[in-house]
């Protein structure tokens, strides 16, 4: 009997440790690699890449080569260095975009899930802008302002805090009929320590899920604008302004629009395998199953 159980205890240690972890998880563990090489490229930018703005008419719509890894674009500026720089639009756009928009969310779900007269105004409003088509809304917020980076994040984000507010008020409306929290409202807590304490934890494990969309719908929506001409100045390199510019000379020069857009599809693919990921662990009954 002792020697049976020393033999097992490695074995459930092994069960926990990273690499039984890594196995029930590969899709976060996937995600987070390609998530973590593109943070990387994007801080090291200056030291792979060389100016994005920078050009030399001598160049112009020069193929892939050993000189110039992803080609050149019209203007002669360097495809590689663009992309690389665009990451860092991107990932600006789509982590600032789901901060603001979780913040906010969560604030405003809270509070009407818990306050019925806060309820029955604030989400009359949110209804209506989720009527709005999200990226109309974006293209008429940033034609009302001068367009620049910080318009698009703000732009990008007031169409997607509806979406979380409804999606936290629904946790909060369930979690508030709870018996513990009648019990605590019976006992003289005073709301926002019940809300803090007892609430707030229960709508973590979707709102991270939740917050991980919306990063890669506002990446997805920053390159639609830019694409239109809508989005962030021209002067700017992101992979949707590359896309844009790069149109014209798809047939013969196809590779100013395949790289970025290479790029923009992993990204958001990795985001998304991250989310799915987190569901299937945060969700208890997911869980359960696997």
């Given at each position: 009997?002792?020697?049976?159980t020393?033999?097992a205890?490695?074995?459930?240690?092994?069960?926990k440790?990273?690499i039984?972890?890594v196995?029930?998880?590969?899709?976060?563990t996937?995600?987070?690699?390609?998530?973590?090489?593109l943070?990387v490229?994007?801080f090291i930018a200056?030291?792979?890449?060389e100016?994005?703005?920078?050009?030399e008419?001598?160049n112009?719509l020069?193929?892939?080569s050993e000189?110039?890894?992803?080609g050149?674009d019209?203007f002669?500026?360097?495809v590689y260095?663009?992309?690389?720089?665009g990451?860092?639009?991107?990932?600006?756009?789509?982590i600032?975009v789901a901060i603001l928009?979780t913040?906010v969310g969560l604030?405003?779900?809270?509070?009407?899930?818990?306050?019925?007269?806060?309820?029955a105004i604030?989400?009359?409003?949110?209804d209506?802008?989720m009527?709005?088509?999200?990226?109309?809304?974006?293209i008429?917020?940033?034609?009302?302002?001068k367009?620049?980076?910080t318009?698009?994040?703000?732009?990008?984000t007031i169409?997607e805090?509806?979406?979380v507010?409804?999606?936290v008020?629904s946790v909060?409306?369930s979690v508030?009929?709870m018996?513990?929290?009648?019990?605590?409202v019976?006992?003289?807590?005073?709301?926002?320590v019940i809300m803090w304490?007892?609430?707030?934890?229960n709508?973590?494990?979707p709102?991270?899920v939740?917050?991980?969309y919306v990063?890669?719908?506002?990446?997805?929506t920053?390159?639609g604008?830019?694409?239109?001409?809508a989005?962030t100045?021209?002067e700017i390199?992101?992979w949707?302004n590359?896309i844009?510019?790069?149109?014209?000379?798809f047939q013969?020069?196809?590779?100013i629009?395949?790289?970025?857009g290479?790029?923009?599809?992993?990204?958001?693919l990795?985001?998304?395998l991250v989310g799915?990921?987190?569901r299937d662990?945060?969700?208890?009954?997911?869980?359960?199953?696997?």
């Open positions: 009997m002792a020697t049976t020393v033999a205890a490695p074995r459930m240690r092994s069960r440790g990273p039984a972890w196995r029930r998880n590969p899709t976060i996937v995600g987070a690699i390609i998530l973590a090489t943070v490229l994007a200056p030291l792979i890449a100016d994005p703005l920078s050009f008419p001598t112009r020069k193929r892939p000189t110039f890894w992803f050149t019209q002669g500026r360097d260095s663009r992309v690389v720089y990451t860092r639009i991107s990932l600006a756009v789509g600032s928009a913040v604030t405003i779900g809270v509070l009407c899930g818990f306050y019925k007269r806060v309820d604030v989400m009359r409003i949110m209506g802008l009527s709005i088509p999200s990226i109309l809304l974006a008429a917020l940033i034609t009302l302002m367009a620049s980076l318009i698009v994040i703000i732009a990008i169409p805090v509806p979406r507010v409804r999606l008020r909060v409306l508030r009929e018996p513990y929290i009648e019990a605590a019976a006992s003289g807590t005073r709301n926002l304490r007892h609430i707030l934890p709508t973590l494990a709102l991270i939740q917050a991980t990063c890669a719908s506002a990446i997805l920053e390159a604008l830019s694409f239109l001409g989005g100045p021209p390199p992101s949707g590359i844009s510019q790069g149109r014209t000379f013969i020069s196809p590779w629009i395949f790289f970025p290479v790029c923009l599809a992993i990204t958001v990795a985001i998304n799915d990921g987190l662990t945060l969700d208890p009954r997911i869980a359960r199953r696997m």
